[in-house]
C-alpha cells in the first residue's frame, strides 16, 4: 500500500535561527495524520533541524547529495554522510539541480543507484519544460526522465522510491498544474512503470505532486486517484500554510 506524503523543500532558505522557529511552529501545529510529514532544510541545518524534531513525528531529509562514497568532490556531501547524523532520505533531481548545476539523467541515475545501495529511501523528481507541454511532448520527456534515472533499479528496491513530478512551469511560478493535468500525468506514470516492471510497483509507489500547491488548491490535487501528496516549495517555508496543505491530505 502506497502512504500519502507532504514534503516541505525549503531550497536555500531559512538560516539557522530562522529554521529552528519554523520546526518548532510546525511541531506545535502538526494536525493529527497517517500522512508522512517530511522537511528539508539546507544541509548545513540539517543536524540541528533533527534535534528540534526529536519528539515529533516530522521526518527530515535531504535536498541533494553526492553519487560517491567520499573522496576529493568539494562542497559535495555524501550518503554516508547523511545517514550518520540520521538522515535516510535524500530528494533527487529536482529540476533546480538538472537546471542550474547540470545534473544529467545519468548523474542521477548513479546517485539513485548509491543511495538506494545504502538503503537510503530517494524522492526523485521529474518534469517537463513549457515548451515540452505547448509541443505535446511532455509525456515523451517524462517517460525518458524515468527510464534513463529508474528504470535499471531493482525491482526490489522501488518500496525506498518515492516519486515527485514537478512540472517545471509550475515551481515557483503561481501556475499549478490543474487537477486534471497532474492526475492524467500521474496515472501516466504508473502506466509506464507498469510495462517496464509490473502493476503491482505501478500500484505501491507514492507519486506526489509539485508545482505551486498553496492551501487553495491543495484539497482539489491531493483529491485525485493517483496523487498521493504533494512536495511543495514556498507554501512550506510559512507554518500556517504547510500545517494547512497537510490538513489537506
Ligand atoms: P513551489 O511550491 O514554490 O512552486 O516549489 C515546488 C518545488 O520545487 C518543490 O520541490
Not at 69 to 92: F, H, K, Q
Amino acid at each position: 500500500m502506497r502512504t500519502k506524503i507532504v514534503a516541505g523543500n525549503w531550497k536555500m532558505n531559512k538560516n539557522l535561527v530562522e529554521t529552528e522557529t519554523l520546526l518548532t511552529e510546525l511541531a506545535a501545529k502538526l494536525p493529527d495524520t497517517t500522512a508522512e510529514v517530511m522537511v528539508a532544510p539546507t544541509f548545513i541545518n540539517l543536524v540541528s533541524a533533527k534535534q528540534s524534531l526529536d519528539n515529533s513525528t516530522i521526518q527530515v531529509i535531504a535536498q541533494n547529495m553526492h553519487f560517491a562514497d567520499s573522496g576529493a568532490y568539494t562542497g559535495e556531501i555524501s550518503a554516508d554522510m547523511l545517514l550518520n547524523v540520521g538522515i535516510d532520505t535524500a530528494i533527487i533531481g529536482h529540476s533546480e539541480r538538472r537546471a542550474y548545476f547540470g545534473e544529467t539523467d545519468e548523474i542521477l541515475a548513479k546517485k539513485v543507484t548509491t543511495a538506494l545501495a545504502k538503503n537510503m529511501r530517494v524522492m526523485f523528481c521529474f518534469g517537463e519544460e513549457l515548451e515540452d507541454r505547448k509541443s505535446d511532448n511532455h509525456f515523451n520527456v517524462v517517460a525518458s526522465q524515468l527510464k534513463n534515472a529508474l528504470f535499471s533499479v531493482e525491482a526490489s528496491e522501488w518500496k525506498n522510491i518515492i516519486l515527485a513530478y514537478e512540472p517545471v512551469w509550475a515551481i515557483g511560478t503561481g501556475e499549478t498544474a490543474s487537477p486534471e493535468q497532474a492526475q492524467e500525468m500521474h496515472a501516466f506514470i504508473r502506466k509506464t512503470i507498469t510495462e517496464a516492471y509490473d502493476a503491482s510497483i505501478a500500484n505501491n509507489v507514492s507519486i506526489l505532486y509539485g508545482g505551486s500547491v498553496k492551501p487553495a488548491n491543495a484539497v482539489e490535487i491531493f483529491s485525485k486517484p493517483d496523487v498521493d501528496g504533494g512536495l511543495i516549495g514556498g507554501a512550506a517555508l510559512k507554518a500556517d500554510d504547510f500545517v494547512a496543505i497537510i490538513k489537506a491530505i
